[in-house]
């Protein structure tokens, strides 16, 4: 391929936006550490210093937000500044004076600086009922409510370790539910509805028997209408049929709401990274201030905090203590949902008897 070819195809590389000292120190930082909550210090083999200031952010961002973030930047950070996956804003500053003004400044906007070290950290969450069609539950409206009560773990209070919390708003999980220390999933719990008068105009029947990843639609006639069935027992109430087929409604409002699970992680610290397990198969959807997920989600919080060790993340507490003594700890109810059925569960059994309690 030649070297000059100019494309505007895909993104353009990184290397182009790295800060200079991110450039000059690229796989050369020597240590680094949090001189308060929602600073990191970086420092590099050859002294420099890099201060990463980190401010929470609503996620989705107006014009507005977006110019009273580049100015702070053109004045506390040479116009540098990134966006953790985790809905941060970041300010990369060179300079320790500006540390403290920048600070000042962000919080005085309105944007609380903190979310580093053992604490919370923003939640990272998807659109909800006001931007996905498939949505079982909202998003911004659940996470609002539940950053609004935990906040003092995101700020300034300790927790052992560092907590990840993340919402989807259904199974198809654009959040990073299955690797996070909490998660809060949307679910549907019953099949889509099907317009048979008029599904064959609406949309394609192969492709709508093609969409559904466990094979549970089959075309049929009904009425004498050109349409499809559901086999219920292969349904898992994903909702990609109603993606490419709107005539198969599966938005309920009596029968949606959300679940939490425990215990993922990304981070090969200590221990492998995890996969969540489920804590809590269903909560009803309670808009706007959504109670009984908050206070589910602060009780695992708080119990986590009490029990865990220095530095244990929510699922290394869980495997020390044994499952079972999780839902006591937490009083959780252990139901039959929490059994997994489907085809291939039988390889993630536990195959001894030796349960810790
Ligand atoms: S998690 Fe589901 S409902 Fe939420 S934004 Fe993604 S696809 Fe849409
Ligand atoms: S909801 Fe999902 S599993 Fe159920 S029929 Fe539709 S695509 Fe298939």
């Known amino acids: 391929m030649c070297a000059d070819r100019k494309t505007d195809i895909g993104p353009p590389h990184h290397d182009k936006f790295l800060p ?23 420092v590099g083999e050859k002294g ?65 600086v903190g979310g580093t070290g053992n604490g919370l950290t923003n939640i990272v969450h998807t659109q909800g009922w006001v931007h996905c069609h498939s949505a079982a539950t909202d998003a911004s409206g659940v996470v609002k409510a539940l950053m609004d009560d935990l906040f003092p773990y995101y700020h300034d209070k300790e927790l052992p370790g ?43 029947i192969p492709s709508t028997v093609a969409a559904c990843p466990t094979g549970a639609i089959r075309p049929k006639t009904v009425d004498g209408h050109q349409s499809v069935e559901v086999i219920e027992e292969q349904c898992m109430y994903c909702a990609n049929c109603f993606t490419v087929c709107p005539a198969m409604t599966l938005n309920d409002p009596e029968m949606d709401g959300l679940s939490i699970w425990v215990g993922g992680k990304v981070s090969n610290a200590r221990s492998e990274p995890m996969f969540s397990k489920l804590a809590i198969p269903y909560i ?74």
């Open 284 to 357: 009803p959807n309670e808009p706007p201030r959504w109670p009984t997920a908050v206070k589910a989600v602060r009780n695992i919080v708080e119990t986590y905090a009490k029990g865990a060790r220095k530095f244990e993340r929510v699922g290394e507490w869980i495997e020390r203590i044994g499952w079972p003594a999780f839902f006591d700890q937490t009083g959780i109810e252990f139901t039959k949902y929490h059994i997994d059925d489907f085809t291939h569960a039988g390889e993630t059994f536990k195959r001894s008897a030796q349960l810790r309690h």
């Open 162 to 204: 560092k907590v990840r919390i993340a919402f989807a708003c259904c199974l198809n999980m654009c959040g990073a539910v299955h690797c996070s220390d909490i998660a809060l999933l949307g679910v549907h719990r019953r099949l889509p509805a099907i317009k048979h008068d008029i599904i064959a105009k609406q949309c394609e």
């Open 48 to 112: 420099d210093k890099l201060w990463s200031v980190r401010a929470a952010t609503a996620r989705i961002a107006s014009i507005e937000t977006i110019r009273l973030f580049a100015d702070i930047a053109d004045k506390f950070s040479d116009g540098y500044l990134r966006w953790t996956s985790r809905n941060n804003v970041e300010f990369l500053i060179t300079d320790e004076s500006k540390v403290k003004p920048c600070i000042q400044k962000l919080e005085a906007e309105g944007y609380p």
């Open 20 to 42: 200079p000292i991110i450039k000059n120190n690229y796989g050369k930082w020597k240590y680094h550490e949090t001189p308060q909550r929602g600073v990191l210090l970086h």
